[in-house]
């Protein structure tokens, strides 16, 4: 689709305080982990609350064409979602693989090739053109060190054909994840199923988004799996069987960031149910980092609860583990009375499209003043307007286009279906977010029931 036919999505500005209780969905990182691990069990799995949004039905679709079979009701909207995996993974014969769309998911793309290693039989990648673009090679030549044999055509990208052998071989293996914390998370989800297990060392800078790794060894360990992570940069990973089990999945909170930048930027209050008092997820963070921006946070037992009228600043700050939260925080930034400078982001150039270059151009397209450095974001106060704000396919990029909104009148989000990668129905839960403030009894102030259910 070229930009010119896409939709826009006139962004609802907040005529008063967002006030709103609202429920987010499942972690996309914790259902993918989950249903990856449960296809690798020696028996069955539920997961509960498993997120139902195009990245986990790409990922239910990769087992299912590996002979996984995935009960996830009608419309992947069963409450507890049923995994069998099969005695043995399979692939197909020569000339028909078994085929693995992987869409613009990092998550599929990464960690489906070392599963795909272990079936019986080929198995053919593809995904959306931009996925032709996301760092691959790394992985892939990882995969070939542990004994894997892949076809690519030298290419280091997709498409690519993984030929399993119904085992790997596994064992040491260096490689440079300072493109991606998922070339890590991918080997050690894999690797109790190895024969000899898997010992992954980086070698190179720092490693990006270290809370996904401590949530796959976290998850790999769950899963009855042993991991070595002592020490930094080194991972061992035993051989072992894998168990299954019943995992319930935490609400995504880096998808709640939106949100909880919507209570800052209009000055009003948002809680999020269920907020995990202790948690993995990088998401997490926006507890201290809104707070650092302008925030009242308070984690209670009913959820975590973010409230602005404070004012909004600017603040320094190395995002490196939390990069996700990047385009939510930008859009603060942007609307903030003081400078931003946000580093140790330069991985972003590589997640669903170059998101520094992305929210330069889009933010200072509505007259923002936005500086692109080599390793992150300069952000500095400035008189925003109306205009289009594109996307490039990336649901964050989506999501920082209507924080923006908000506040600057006349912002038109380019495509915020893109949204869907890992939010289903956002346009609606937004729109709820807004008008659960009418909602509210006027005497008493106290919210409606009904709050909004995402
Ligand atoms: O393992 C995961 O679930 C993820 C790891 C991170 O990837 P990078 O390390 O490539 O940033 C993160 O940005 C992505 O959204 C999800
Ligand atoms: C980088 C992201 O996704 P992916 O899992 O596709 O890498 C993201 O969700 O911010």
Redesign the pocket.
């Given at each position: 689709m070229t930009s010119a036919e896409k939709t826009l999505w006139s962004a609802p500005s907040a005529h008063r305080p967002v006030t709103a209780d609202v429920r987010v969905p499942g972690s996309k990182?914790a259902t993918n982990r989950a249903l990856l691990l449960a296809a690798l069990g020696d028996s069955p799995s539920t997961i509960t609350g498993g997120l139902r949004a195009r990245d986990s039905v790409l990922m239910i679709g990769a087992l299912r064409a590996l002979g996984v079979e995935v009960d996830a009701g009608e419309d992947f909207d069963a409450p507890v979602w049923r995994i069998t995996p099969p005695a043995q993974l399979r692939g197909g014969d020569a000339g028909a693989p078994a085929k693995v769309d992987v869409g613009l998911a990092?998550?599929v793309m990464r960690f489906l090739p070392p599963v795909a290693a272990l079936a019986a039989g080929q198995v053919y990648f593809d995904g959306d053109p931009y996925a032709r673009a996301r760092p691959m090679g790394t992985l892939l030549q990882s995969l070939r060190d542990l004994g894997v044999r892949i076809d690519d055509g030298d290419r280091g990208t997709f498409p690519f054909l993984v030929e399993g052998a119904g085992q790997v071989a596994g064992g040491l293996v260096e490689l440079d994840a300072t493109a991606?914390?998922?070339f890590i998370?991918a080997l050690l989800l894999a690797g109790s199923r190895y024969l000899k297990g898997v010992e992954v060392r980086h070698v190179g800078g720092p490693i990006?988004?270290q809370p996904?790794i401590d949530m796959t060894v976290e998850f790999v360990r769950a899963a009855g799996g042993t991991v070595d992570a002592s020490e930094p940069g080194r991972w061992v990973v035993t051989p072992s069987v894998l168990r299954g089990r019943e995992w319930s999945i935490e609400p995504d909170l880096s998808n709640a960031a939106p949100f909880l930048a919507a209570a800052l930027v209009t000055g009003g209050t948002v809680t999020i149910p269920d907020w995990p008092a202790a948690t993995t997820q990088a998401g997490d963070a926006s507890r201290h980092l809104l707070r650092e921006m302008g925030a009242r946070v308070e984690l209670t037992p009913a959820g975590l609860t973010v409230s602005g009228g404070a004012g909004v600043h600017g603040m320094e700050a190395d995002l490196r583990d939390v990069?996700?939260l990047t385009p939510t925080l930008a859009a603060v930034a942007a609307l903030a009375d003081s400078p931003s400078r946000f580093t140790g982001i330069g991985?972003l150039r590589g997640?669903e499209t170059d998101r520094l270059a992305a929210l330069a151009r889009e933010i200072n397209g509505l007259g923002g003043d936005v500086v692109e450095e080599p390793d992150g974001l300069l952000i500095r106060p400035a008189k925003m307007h109306s205009g289009v704000f594109a996307t490039y396919d990336d649901h964050r990029m989506a999501t920082a286009g209507a924080v923006l909104g908000l506040a600057v009148p006349g912002v038109e989000v380019e495509d915020i279906a893109a949204t869907g990668k890992t939010l289903p129905d956002f346009p609606a839960m937004w729109a709820a977010m807004l008008d659960a403030d009418g909602d509210r009894d006027p005497a008493s102030g106290a919210p409606a029931p009904t709050g909004v259910h995402g």
């Open positions: 990182s990092g998550t991606s914390s998922q998370s990006p988004s996904h990069g996700e991985h997640h």
